[in-house]
């Protein structure tokens, strides 16, 4: 769907600033009573990337690194207690692991929801798919990134766990299921509403 640059700036902003919110509230990261948290920060990026594109998508992934990046800091509602180890361990690869998978996470949802929704009577489908990928693609894209940076550090073990806990277990499935529902319902709403408007 095309749309003039003023109401995509809108839309994109409106997202940035709720990514922002989640961050410093209860909303973006929920935490299990194992201690492990599911992140629905990939939310945003997937509306993003399905209703504005490939563009808005990397941007908001750029934003969804930087609040992973800023636990490194104690900044934010939810720190993850190995953020500033990676960082202490290597400063380089914490940088490169906390935005580019994100990044990258957002410009391949958008790419493919747009492969997905060339026929208009397919679009509700194409949103799923795309509010699907965009848990999974994050998951492994950080997962390489971690190992890659990771491996030969006092960090490489947790990555096996990492891998376990975030694809195998509850929390994955939950993670899949909360991005699938909410996502789909979000693209949907979002892009009548921006339809509307256009």
Same mark, same amino acid.
């Given at each position: 769907?095309?749309?003039?640059? #003023?109401v995509?700036? &809108?839309?994109?902003?409106?997202? /940035?600033?709720?990514?922002?919110v989640? *961050?410093?509230?209860? $909303?973006?990261?929920? /935490?299990?009573? =194992?201690?492990?948290?599911? &992140?629905?920060?990939?939310?945003p990026v997937?509306?993003? =990337?399905a209703? %504005?594109?490939?563009?808005?998508?990397?941007?908001?992934?750029f934003?969804?690194?930087? &609040?992973?990046?800023l636990q490194?800091?104690?900044?934010?509602?939810?720190?993850d207690?190995?953020?500033? $180890?990676?960082? *202490?361990?290597?400063?380089?690869? #914490?940088? @490169? &692991?906390?935005f580019?998978?994100?990044m990258l996470?957002?410009?391949?949802v958008? %790419? +493919?929801?747009? !492969? $997905?929704?060339?026929?208009?009577?397919?679009?509700?489908?194409?949103f !799923? /798919?795309?509010?699907?990928? !965009?848990p999974?693609l994050?998951t492994?894209?950080?997962?390489?990134s971690? @190992?890659?940076?990771?491996?030969?550090?006092i960090? =490489?073990?947790?990555?096996?766990?990492t891998v376990i806990?975030s694809?195998?277990? +509850? *929390?994955? %499935?939950?993670?899949?299921?909360?991005?699938?529902?909410?996502?789909?319902?979000l693209?949907?709403?979002?892009y009548?509403?921006?339809?509307?408007?256009?």
């Open positions: 769907m095309k749309m003039n640059k #003023t995509g700036m &809108t839309v994109t902003a409106i997202l /940035v600033a709720f990514m922002l989640m *961050n410093f509230t209860p $909303l973006g990261y929920i /935490v299990s009573p =194992a201690g492990f948290s599911i &992140t629905l920060m990939i939310i997937a509306v993003g =990337a209703v %504005l594109g490939p563009s808005c998508g990397t941007l908001l992934g934003v969804f690194g930087l &609040t992973s990046f490194c800091f104690g900044i934010g509602y939810f720190i207690p190995s953020a500033a $180890l990676l960082f *202490n361990t290597s400063p380089v690869g #914490t940088v @490169i &692991t906390c580019v998978p994100r996470m957002g410009l391949l958008g %790419l +493919i929801f747009r !492969a $997905l929704s060339r026929f208009e009577r397919f679009r509700i489908g194409s !799923a /798919v795309a509010s699907f990928s !965009a999974v994050n492994l894209l950080f997962i390489t971690y @190992i890659i940076f990771f491996r030969n550090t960090l =490489a073990g947790t990555a096996i766990k806990i694809i195998l277990s +509850i *929390n994955g %499935l939950i993670e899949i299921i909360v991005s699938m529902v909410l996502g789909t319902a693209c949907q709403a979002f009548m509403a921006v339809k509307k408007i256009h």
